[in-house]
């Protein structure tokens, strides 16, 4: 990690004493101790100190904090500042100093003398600088001012921007020759780093310090200082993406969250502070010093950097193109494009192609309609390449890539679709994706009635539903709908399935006008009302019903007979199984995209994202769908298992009676009820849904049955619980498997049976399929069942604690070590011995550590996004695992380290 360099200058001896230099990875206790503590080994002795970076890398921060420091060690200390308006022809910074010495005067003890200050307000006037003996006086004055400084205390001058001064060299001069310790803030950002003619740092200083990026951790609590309130996980990696070589710049981090909170990204959900919209990224306040920088290249530099911005490859090779196009000299084109790379607004690579590295820079240069204002530099670039203007063979390539950029803004030219073509079949073997955006535009040049037009569309549209871009799939159908109003039978049912299709990944239902074309024929009627029915959130999507609507989408014509509901809320697999894997593209954005990472990752076992993620769905868009109840459900499950029982409880009230999955609700619903040690409601729970027969359940109850049989399995087992039971339990399990087959509720038969008839074979049989094909969270519940039947519980009991602990599972984690303490055994990590204390969890560790600072309850809720009931129903359960008594024990437990057994390891 990079906190800051130290550099010694003039031939400085750099084997003094250890600490002078800070050397690169330097890791400190807090932003930048380690520079902190170079300098101020410096205090009292005659050295100049420049400490240099880049703007909001904590220049001036640091040398407040300097300032703090050294004040309360005595007096004997001016702070300069050099931003303010220091006249160009005042080279020593004269005004400047006058100022700081009449601003410091609690700082420097003893009055300066009176005759010194009105000699150099005296002197200090333009033609003093003309004449060498005027000049040498008003040195001498200024001379004898910081000495006086240096007389009466160890003098200290403290000198900010110093980069803005005439001759930086000059203002420091005379302050370190009288050997006051000088420290100066000094900017270079690769714009204008000095005044012309002026001397670099290295040649004036005695050490040079360059401040660095703070590492991420150091970034990501000044964003949580800065929220005063819970963030959400997502928004700290979200700022950094955006941000790119930005991110370790603590200016630049703090402004741009401001900005969020100032612009209204940023909103209150769940208790926690999230971006009201994550698919859009953070872009740099408007007052930014590199957007600043681009603004100062002109219209020039606007375009070039919206080139390289939305361009797939822009490189200095095209620039002569680029100035023909646009009317722009070419060297005035160079040397915009070197003022942009030096600023830092573009990068050049090694062939000369030039990106922008810094994302959150693009929606701050281009606010607002931006894609009008690139598409028309593309549009230029386009019509300058079809006119041939100077360019004998234009790459067709090339003007292909601009004529698919320019957009709508280019007008029609159906000249250009067979080529567009062309280059489509070209690149559809190695890069499909470029390929449909070159139909796409090919489409858009066709006139009315060209025969190309239905031959493009016949490629396209599988051909995005192939690539997973169902944006695209979206607008070309309702382009397509506006243009082929005539299709008739079987064309029109399958623009009714890819309408239907774009609407459930995109969660947009199908647009007016598109519904209002397809409308009144049979054949489009089921995908229509499949895309009305998904955003009513009522009902799942049902296998049959998809087979029906996406079966012509099949490009090997199969009718996917063998297409069955299972238990598990899975549409994206549903959607492979009913196109045919080859013809099916994943998606990577939009609710289906989210809700299948969500649900991986719970049965992964990698929960930490899941809370963020499932924020992230219901800010997104349109709430009432199949896929926000169970991401809901799913969050509710691991807040529960985490300890947070509050959140648990709000993630189920909002999926609603009225939720299309009654079992899989049933499953976390009992999992917090359990958790909360209400066990006769967590069964009852369990029962109102296991108790029907499996050929009596309508298919709205499919979704979760497995997961809530195992649950309701242990349930029973447990002490408490109604074994004889069982049997019953293990028959349901078989028939719902009969009925439908599949592993995922293989398992839970397998786990039924084994409960119910002691048979530790059948549970190792679990073991063994969630091993070959199944998620970790389900692998702990079979080590579980194999444990508490075998005969030798220990390899069992180990596995699930390590699944457990992995995945962060506190409650799991203590019941298994609690079992392994009944059964003689030691659990791993803990050396306590039989009846020793239980784990706690997450929850339960934080607020534990919380209360040793010394926070209320109150505090502890608001640190935590949570209510102060949950801190009180956490803390009992650590009152109790503990052996604390109050809270003064418990806070002495945690700064004696009494705790660490009790802890969680993450």
Not at 60 to 68: A, D, F, N, Y
Not at 893 to 902: C, K, S
Request: aromatic share 6%; net charge neutral.
């Amino acid at each position: 990690m990079l906190t800051g360099r130290v550099c010694p200058a003039k031939g400085a001896d750099t084997t003094r004493r250890a600490g002078a230099v800070v050397q690169r990875g330097g890791r400190s206790g807090s932003d930048r101790e380690t520079e902190l503590s170079a300098v101020d080994e410096a205090y009292g002795r005659p050295l100049l100190f420049v400490v240099r970076g880049q703007p909001g890398m904590g220049k001036t921060t640091l040398l407040r904090e300097i300032h703090r420091t050294w004040r309360t060690r005595g007096p004997g200390i001016v702070r300069i500042n050099c931003s303010g308006a220091i006249p160009r022809w005042d080279l020593f910074g004269a005004r400047a100093v006058v100022k700081a010495f009449r601003d410091s005067f609690p700082d420097i003890g003893n009055s300066p003398p009176a005759d010194a200050m009105a000699a150099v307000n005296r002197l200090c006037l333009p033609e003093s600088y003309g004449s060498a003996g005027a000049r040498s006086a008003l040195f001498a004055e200024l001379l004898r001012l910081f000495k006086h400084l240096a007389e009466s205390a160890p003098g200290a001058v403290l000198i900010d921007d110093l980069h803005a001064a005439p001759d930086p060299a000059l203002v420091v001069a005379a302050a370190h020759r009288v050997g006051c310790t000088v420290v100066a803030t000094y900017r270079e950002d690769g714009w204008a780093t000095r005044p012309a003619g002026s001397a670099s740092p290295r040649t004036f200083a005695d050490r040079v310090i360059d401040l660095g990026p703070l590492p991420d951790d150091r970034i990501d609590d000044l964003m949580a200082v800065a929220a005063r309130e819970p963030l959400d996980e997502a928004v700290a990696p979200a700022m950094r993406a955006a941000l790119g070589p930005l991110a370790g710049n603590p200016g630049t981090v703090v402004d741009t969250f401001e900005a969020l909170r100032r612009e209204g990204r940023l909103v209150r959900f769940q208790g926690r502070l999230c971006l009201s919209d994550p698919a859009t990224e953070p872009a740099l306040p408007v007052d930014h010093a590199l957007v600043r920088r681009v603004a100062e290249c002109g219209g020039i530099g606007r375009q070039l950097f919206a080139l390289a911005a939305s361009a797939g490859r822009f490189a200095m090779d095209d620039l002569p193109d680029f100035a023909a196009a646009t009317g722009h000299a070419l060297a005035a084109c160079g040397r915009t494009v070197d003022r942009l790379v030096a600023a830092g607004a573009l990068g050049c690579d090694d062939h000369g192609v030039l990106r922008v590295p810094c994302p959150a820079l693009v929606p701050a240069v281009l606010p607002g309609p931006a894609g009008d204002e690139v598409a028309e530099v593309h549009r230029v670039l386009a019509e300058h390449l079809l006119r041939g203007d100077g360019t004998p063979s234009p790459d067709p390539t090339v003007m292909s890539d601009h004529i698919v950029l320019a957009g709508s803004a280019l007008p029609p030219v159906p000249s250009v679709v067979p080529l567009l073509e062309r280059e489509a079949a070209l690149v559809l073997g190695a890069c499909p994706v470029r390929a449909a955006r070159r139909y796409r535009a090919a489409l858009r040049h066709c006139e009315p009635g060209d025969i190309a037009y239905s031959r493009i569309l016949a490629a396209l549209l599988p051909l995005l539903v192939r690539t997973g871009d169902y944006e695209g799939l979206a607008e070309t159908v309702a382009v397509a709908a506006g243009v082929r109003t005539d299709c008739g039978g079987p064309r029109r049912a399958e623009l009714a399935a890819y309408a239907a299709l774009a609407a459930v990944h995109t969660g947009r239902p199908v647009p007016a006008p598109v519904r209002e074309v397809l409308a009144g024929d049979p054949a489009t009627r089921g995908a229509l009302e499949l895309a009305d029915d998904w955003f009513t959130g009522r009902e799942p999507l049902r296998a049959s019903e998809a087979v029906a609507v996406f079966t012509c989408l099949r490009p090997d014509g199969a009718d996917g007979a063998d297409v069955t509901d299972g238990d598990r809320f899975a549409p994206v697999a549903l959607f492979r199984q009913v196109l045919g894997t080859a013809a099916y593209g994943e998606p990577v954005t939009g609710p289906l995209a989210a809700c299948t990472r969500i649900m991986r990752d719970y049965q992964d076992g990698n929960w930490a994202g899941i809370p963020s993620g499932a924020r992230a769905l219901e800010l997104a868009g349109p709430p009432h769908t199949p896929v926000h109840h169970a991401v809901r459900l799913i969050a509710a499950e691991v807040h529960s298992t985490l300890g947070d029982y509050e959140r648990s409880a709000a993630w189920l009230e909002l999926t609603g009676d009225d939720c299309p999955f009654p079992a899989l609700r049933a499953w976390a619903a009992m999992g917090l009820a359990y958790r909360t040690e209400d066990w006769e409601r967590a069964r009852r729970l369990g029962w109102v849904h296991c108790g029907q027969p499996a050929e009596q359940t309508g298919e709205r109850s499919v979704v979760g049955i497995g997961w809530l049989l195992v649950r309701l399995a242990f349930a029973e087992w447990a002490e408490g619980g109604h074994r004889e039971l069982l049997p019953r339990l293990r028959d349901d399990a078989e028939r719902w498997y009969a009925r439908l087959g599949g592993r995922e509720l293989q398992v839970p038969a397998l786990i039924t049976r084994a409960f119910a008839e002691r048979d530790v074979v059948s549970a190792r049989h679990a073991v063994d399929v969630l091993r070959e094909r199944g998620g970790r969270s389900e692998l702990l519940r079979a080590c579980m069942t194999v444990a508490l039947l075998a005969d030798d519980p220990r390899p069992w009991y180990r596995e699930a604690h390590e699944i457990a602990r992995s995945v962060g599972d506190g409650l799991h984690r203590t019941t298994i070590a609690e079992s392994m303490r009944t059964s003689g055994m030691t659990p791993p990590g803990d050396d306590t011995g039989r009846g020793g204390p239980a784990a706690l969890s997450g929850l339960e560790g934080r607020i534990a550590a919380l209360v040793g600072r010394g926070l209320t309850n109150r505090q502890i809720a608001r640190e935590l996004g949570v209510s102060e009931k949950t801190v009180e129903n956490n803390l009992t359960h650590v009152f109790a695992r503990t052996g604390c008594r109050s809270r003064l024990d418990l806070a002495l437990a945690v700064m004696e380290g009494r705790l660490t057994a009790f802890l969680p390891r993450s």
